[in-house]
């Protein structure tokens, strides 16, 4: 079975402070994906990469970046985190076949304060 | 413009009675049609996909989906609901022109079951 793993699954910051969210896969997946999901809005693509130092914008990017030095490791990074940041984060990798679904972690709840 | 419509936010069943969550799409082609489950707390998982062939499409924990091409829908459905059934079900489809790599979601629908 595909193994998606977020480091942590509770985390509580303070305003401001730089937040490294980190996710790693063990399937050799191409693609990966950081989602955060807020109650009544659903999901939302934050970043998405389809191979090592490459990503792309999702739909909502802005307040945070991202990065993919090797294949299996994704980070999602809040360069000064604020409240409206307050959310569950889901990461996911899928294969490069169009095919191929998304697999998910369990998610971090991230609290901003 | 590209979207997924789950009409019913939340639903509550009996334990044992029958079970379908609706979903449409608004899409250019046939896309690629995913439902995924979220238990509370637990990411998501792919619960069955449609991609071509049989519209009628077999899934894990006994659920099915089904493919209407000309009602641009893609209904959950399971004939007898367990309790551990509880959680967000989340439709998704997807492009079929090139990598998968952006799916658009639906916003869910939260499934309840009275013992």
């Known amino acids: 079975d595909v193994k998606v793993t977020q480091s942590s699954r509770y985390l509580v910051k303070r305003t401001g402070e730089k937040v490294f969210l980190e996710c790693v896969q063990d399937?050799?997946?191409?693609?990966m994906f950081w989602y955060r999901q807020d109650p009544g809005l659903g999901l939302r693509l934050i970043y998405f990469?389809?191979?090592?130092?490459?990503?792309e914008k999702g739909d909502i990017p802005e307040g945070y970046s991202v990065s993919r030095e090797k294949k299996e490791r994704f980070s999602l990074i809040l360069e000064s985190a604020s409240t409206n940041q307050t959310s569950m984060y889901l990461c996911?990798?899928?294969?490069?076949?169009?095919?191929?679904?998304?697999?998910f972690g369990n998610g971090t709840r991230l609290t901003v304060t | 413009a590209q979207s997924v419509t789950q009409p019913d936010i939340h639903i509550t069943v009996s334990e044992g009675a029958s079970l379908e969550l609706r979903c449409n799409y608004s899409?250019?082609?046939?896309?690629?049609l995913f439902w995924y489950v979220q238990s509370p707390g637990q990411g998501l998982q792919l619960l069955l996909k449609y991609f071509s062939g049989d519209t009628l499409v077999q899934g894990i924990k006994g659920f099915e989906a089904e493919f209407k091409r000309s009602q641009s829908s893609f209904n959950l459905r399971k004939p007898s609901v367990h309790w551990s059934d509880a959680a967000e079900y989340f439709c998704a489809v997807g492009a079929r022109a090139g990598n998968n790599r952006k799916l658009i979601w639906g916003l869910g629908t939260s499934l309840a079951v009275n013992p």
């Open positions: 996911a990798s899928s294969g490069w076949d169009e095919n191929s679904p998304l697999h």
């Open positions: 990469s389809y191979d090592v130092k490459m990503k």
């Open positions: 899409y250019g082609a046939t896309p690629y």
């Open positions: 399937m050799d997946h191409e693609n």
